[in-house]
């Protein structure tokens, strides 16, 4: 059973700073893929950043400069550094991976529960 489990959110003044954690864990094979993704009240889902096991990232315009996301494969965990946050970055967080688990033959996506992130003063 492959999970994913998000930590780190919260309540922060704005130009503040916040760090997601996102673990996986279970029977894995490997991890392609990590993401992270964020939905306000009202609005769709929408993409943050992405990291790929190589290191490689892209970033939403939105986030470019302020958002740094960062792996450590050993743990298979993602993270996600945001600074100077903004009260528009206040969402639910989700983690996202592209995942193989032990004895498959394939990839599949995996979210987790998602954690929110407020910014307010």
């Known amino acids: 059973q492959v999970q994913l489990v998000e930590s780190g959110g919260g309540l922060v003044q704005p130009g503040g700073s916040l760090r997601l954690s996102c673990a996986a864990s279970?029977?894995?094979?490997?991890?392609?893929?990590m993401g992270w993704y964020r939905q306000a009240p009202g609005k769709q889902r929408e993409l943050v950043a992405t990291i790929r096991s190589g290191g490689s990232t892209n970033y939403a315009e939105s986030v470019k400069g302020r958002f740094t996301i960062s792996r450590d494969n050993a743990k298979n965990t993602m993270y996600l550094q945001m600074n100077s946050l903004k009260p528009e970055d206040t969402a639910v967080y989700y983690c996202?991976?592209?995942?193989?688990?032990?004895?498959?033959?394939?990839?599949?996506?995996?979210w987790g529960q998602g954690t929110q992130v407020t910014v307010s003063s």
């Open positions: 279970g029977s894995i094979s490997s991890i392609n893929v």
């Open positions: 996202n991976a592209l995942i193989r688990p032990m004895g498959a033959g394939k990839y599949e996506y995996y």
